[in-house]
């Protein structure tokens, strides 16, 4: 299927309009809202306000993306109120897929399921089929990517979770062993929210900072970028375009440069060929995807390991792609030992001489390293890296994996020394740095099915805690009857009253 489909990429995007409302959409609407009906048990509310006024929130996602909404939307179904999701993004472009990412197509097989929770009506299928028809569904290869993104949007809506755009978290802290303040920024001022718990769900970069090697340093700044930054490809037209990196983002650049008319794009790596294996798409199974963060602490490492040593290569489609694309070329064993700016041109120094670009991009990737977070700066020193709490076997270290957080099975974090930070339990990650902990695909929307509902549980259960003496009170103290105690005298044989 995929060699049938590559080509029509060369078809333009769709634009970023709104789902529209027709008989079909009106439809699955109705459909949605009785399937939600029809799951509501136990539809008890229960959680007790923290505050009479009702200001502490209950839990504080970070970030508005595919995770942070199905989150939400898990801890609606589970009826916990007062939850808010901050986005930094715009309205309606929440997540990677209308800034940075660059593919044409997700990497994920269409049937993928994951924001729905389990609501057939509110998969990305039913949607596709309801906006496009049945045989349009049968004849998609791969989700087109600003698709997704119109799903995720459309999602948002019809489950009426709280979302608040072009709002920026600048600092998460706790104030108490229960309770956290965030700081968001939004139209020029800052806010101060109050919450018992909180989840980061920000991304790719949410656990760290975009890698840019320090050779790029010297350049001027309109000379390079990293795949992540937003780039204006008008700007390489007739021009040489140089790509350090072989991941699956530095060919949707190379892509997206040579369409938008550049001369040529060289991708460099330092690699002798190009991976050619991807075992997570072997991790797609319902026992892996559920049930990695069970594993020792030494098989969990030993599998992130092995996918770190080995890297991935790109998906076929994005490989056929870029390689069909006249001025394409791949320059394995070409790391790059040095850069110099000369008249507007930079000069790639390797071990098989100079070449020469007009612009160059770092596709080297996101570091994990929670102190390059300003926002998490009264979270990082007291939480526990895979450094703090285990050690590998001899020939099996890795200072990237290292740094990553140590999260329970809820995806909490824990404390580094014991009784210093009693707030851990209640602050959840699901962001890159995750993926030691709770699996390799766990931050990806191939996981979101099994993942949400582990962190919904996790936020759930420390509310409950919180009450559990307060519940237990009033257990006590009601009388429960299922029965009225004057029909049960009666029945007797006895007299009422």
């Given at each position: 299927?995929a060699?049938?489909?590559?080509?029509?990429w060369?078809?333009?995007?769709?634009?970023?309009?709104?789902?529209p409302?027709?008989?079909?959409?009106?439809?699955?609407?109705?459909?949605?809202?009785?399937?939600?009906?029809?799951?509501?048990?136990?539809?008890?509310?229960?959680?007790?306000?923290?505050?009479?006024?009702?200001?502490?929130?209950?839990?504080?996602?970070?970030?508005?993306?595919?995770?942070?909404?199905?989150?939400?939307?898990?801890?609606a179904?589970?009826?916990?109120?007062?939850?808010?999701?901050?986005d930094a993004?715009?309205?309606?472009?929440?997540?990677?897929?209308?800034?940075?990412?660059?593919?044409?197509m997700?990497?994920?097989?269409k049937?993928?399921?994951?924001p729905d929770?389990g609501?057939?009506?509110?998969?990305?299928?039913?949607?596709y089929?309801?906006?496009?028809?049945?045989?349009?569904w049968?004849?998609?290869f791969?989700?087109?990517?600003?698709?997704?993104?119109?799903?995720?949007?459309?999602?948002?809506?019809?489950?009426?979770?709280?979302?608040?755009?072009?709002?920026?978290?600048?600092?998460?802290?706790?104030v108490?062993?229960?309770l956290?303040?965030?700081?968001?920024?939004?139209?020029?001022?800052?806010v101060?929210?109050?919450?018992?718990t909180?989840?980061?769900a920000s991304?790719?970069?949410?656990?760290?900072?975009?890698?840019?090697?320090s050779?790029?340093?010297g350049l001027?700044?309109?000379?390079?970028?990293?795949?992540?930054d937003?780039?204006?490809?008008?700007r390489?037209?007739?021009?040489r375009v140089?790509?350090?990196?072989?991941?699956?983002?530095?060919?949707?650049?190379?892509?997206?440069?040579?369409?938008?008319?550049a001369?040529?794009?060289?991708l460099?790596?330092r690699?002798?060929?190009?991976?050619?294996?991807?075992p997570?798409?072997w991790m797609?199974?319902?026992?892996?995807l559920?049930h990695?963060?069970?594993?020792?602490?030494?098989?969990?490492?030993r599998?992130?390991?092995?996918?770190?040593?080995?890297?991935?290569?790109?998906?076929?489609?994005?490989?056929?792609?870029?390689?069909?694309l006249?001025g394409f070329?791949?320059?394995p064993?070409?790391?790059w030992?040095?850069?110099h700016e000369?008249?507007?041109?930079?000069?790639?120094?390797?071990?098989?001489g100079?070449?020469?670009?007009?612009f160059?991009?770092?596709?080297?990737?996101?570091?994990?390293?929670?102190?390059?977070?300003?926002?998490?700066?009264?979270?990082?020193?007291?939480?526990?890296?895979w450094g703090?709490?285990?050690?590998p076997?001899?020939?099996?270290?890795?200072?990237?994996?290292a740094?990553?957080p140590?999260?329970?099975?809820?995806?909490?974090?824990?404390?580094?020394?014991?009784?210093?930070?009693?707030?851990?339990?209640r602050?959840f990650?699901?962001?890159?740095?995750?993926?030691?902990?709770?699996?390799?695909s766990?931050?990806?929307?191939?996981?979101?099915?099994?993942?949400?509902?582990?962190?919904?549980?996790?936020?759930?259960?420390?509310?409950?805690l919180d009450?559990?003496d307060s519940?237990?009170?009033?257990?006590?103290?009601?009388a429960?009857?299922?029965?009225?105690?004057?029909?049960?005298i009666q029945?007797?044989?006895?007299?009422?009253?």
């Amino acid at each position: 299927m995929a060699d049938a489909c590559w080509f029509e990429w060369n078809d333009p995007p769709m634009s970023m309009e709104t789902t529209p409302d027709t008989e079909a959409t009106r439809a699955l609407r109705k459909r949605i809202a009785h399937d939600i009906e029809c799951l509501s048990y136990p539809a008890r509310p229960w959680v007790t306000p923290r505050d009479a006024e009702g200001q502490i929130l209950n839990c504080i996602i970070v970030g508005g993306g595919q995770y942070g909404q199905s989150l939400a939307f898990g801890l609606a179904r589970d009826r916990v109120d007062r939850v808010v999701v901050f986005d930094a993004n715009p309205a309606g472009f929440a997540g990677p897929w209308m800034t940075f990412a660059r593919m044409i197509m997700l990497r994920t097989p269409k049937d993928l399921t994951g924001p729905d929770l389990g609501i057939g009506s509110l998969t990305f299928r039913a949607w596709y089929e309801a906006r496009y028809g049945v045989e349009a569904w049968d004849r998609l290869f791969r989700i087109q990517r600003p698709d997704w993104q119109a799903y995720l949007n459309w999602h948002r809506d019809v489950t009426g979770i709280d979302v608040r755009p072009a709002s920026v978290v600048t600092r998460v802290a706790p104030v108490a062993a229960d309770l956290f303040e965030v700081d968001v920024l939004s139209a020029g001022q800052t806010v101060t929210h109050r919450a018992r718990t909180v989840i980061l769900a920000s991304g790719a970069e949410g656990s760290g900072a975009r890698s840019v090697p320090s050779l790029f340093a010297g350049l001027s700044r309109s000379l390079y970028a990293h795949t992540n930054d937003p780039i204006d490809f008008s700007r390489v037209v007739g021009k040489r375009v140089g790509i350090l990196g072989a991941g699956a983002s530095s060919f949707d650049n190379a892509t997206a440069a040579l369409v938008a008319g550049a001369a040529s794009a060289d991708l460099c790596f330092r690699r002798p060929q190009l991976p050619l294996s991807n075992p997570r798409r072997w991790m797609e199974f319902a026992g892996f995807l559920a049930h990695y963060p069970e594993l020792p602490d030494e098989q969990r490492w030993r599998y992130m390991k092995r996918l770190y040593d080995i890297s991935q290569p790109p998906p076929e489609p994005t490989f056929k792609r870029a390689v069909s694309l006249p001025g394409f070329r791949m320059r394995p064993a070409t790391p790059w030992l040095a850069l110099h700016e000369h008249d507007g041109v930079v000069h790639v120094e390797t071990p098989d001489g100079t070449l020469e670009y007009d612009f160059v991009i770092a596709g080297t990737g996101i570091s994990v390293d929670l102190n390059q977070r300003p926002e998490l700066a009264a979270i990082a020193p007291h939480v526990a890296l895979w450094g703090d709490r285990f050690v590998p076997p001899a020939g099996e270290a890795d200072d990237r994996l290292a740094r990553f957080p140590y999260l329970d099975r809820y995806g909490a974090f824990m404390e580094r020394t014991p009784g210093s930070a009693p707030w851990a339990g209640r602050l959840f990650a699901i962001f890159r740095a995750a993926t030691l902990s709770l699996g390799p695909s766990s931050a990806s929307n191939s996981n979101i099915r099994y993942t949400a509902p582990r962190i919904v549980s996790g936020v759930t259960r420390a509310l409950f805690l919180d009450e559990a003496d307060s519940v237990f009170a009033e257990f006590m103290a009601q009388a429960h009857h299922e029965l009225q105690p004057d029909a049960v005298i009666q029945a007797a044989g006895q007299p009422a009253g």
